[in-house]
């Protein structure tokens, strides 16, 4: 089935650092969404991109769909220590929504 | 908008017994209703795709008779272990997708479900 690999599995940062993370697949999706999973919770949308090489802001976060459709970034600047959590990327085809592996970040105050 | 209610929040059953999980989309109307299991620390893997007033659609490895799906209304999905077993302990999630639009994945906030 598809896959998309989210790279970095987790990241350890201090408050007020810039982050990102990234996700790559071998298959095209028509859109890309990022979402946050607070532990013992579902995951929230942050963002979602439905056309090649759109840049979206949300705040603090900035995400961005590859040109091929099979890639895209999130950014996250000034992190503070709410941004704490698991980050997934997934991808939709054909209806179904394929995560990410997910990234964990922490945030040290 | 677009909220999912998902019940319970957390479980406890027995080895042997069935559980029976909610999925209700409160402010819109979901043909199209998700299934995912979570292990800790790992992302959501797709079991099946429930489709209102047809048979679900399991995703591979997904044993169907133990995991029963029923979609009987536009609002409300229901997920029932089977037979449960400790190995199907895990974070159980719904998601209902909003006719019409690309991004109308909105999640419910899951069960944790604990066999013992």
């Known amino acids: 089935g598809q896959q998309l690999n989210q790279s970095p599995q987790s990241m350890f940062i201090q408050e007020g650092e810039d982050v990102s993370m990234n996700c790559t697949s071998s298959s095209i999706f028509n859109t890309w969404l990022w979402y946050k999973q607070d532990p013992g919770e579902g995951p929230v949308l942050l963002i979602a991109l439905y056309k090649a090489g759109e840049l979206t802001s949300n705040g603090r976060l900035t995400a961005q769909f590859g040109i091929t459709r099979k890639d895209s970034f999130l950014n996250i600047s000034a992190s503070i220590p709410s941004d704490v959590g698991i980050y997934f990327c997934?991808?939709?085809?054909?209806?179904?929504?394929?995560f990410g592996q997910g990234t964990i970040l922490t945030v040290h105050p | 908008g677009a909220v999912v209610s998902q019940h319970p929040s957390w479980v406890i059953c027995k080895s042997g017994t069935s559980v029976k999980i909610e999925c209700r989309s409160l402010d819109f109307q979901a043909t199209t209703m998700f299934w995912y299991r979570q292990f800790p620390k790992q992302s959501l893997m797709l079991m099946a795709t429930s489709n209102e007033g047809s048979k679900a659609t399991y995703e591979q490895g997904v044993e169907k008779d133990k995991f029963l799906i029923n979609h009987a209304s536009l609002t409300l999905s229901t997920l029932t272990v089977t037979s449960a077993h400790p190995e199907d302990s895990s974070f159980y999630i719904c998601?209902?997708?909003?006719?019409?639009?690309?991004?109308?994945?909105?999640f419910g906030s899951g069960t944790r479900l604990t066999v013992v």
């Open positions: 997934a991808g939709t085809s054909y209806g179904k929504l394929t």
């Open positions: 998601s209902a997708r909003r006719t019409g639009l690309n991004y109308g994945y909105t």
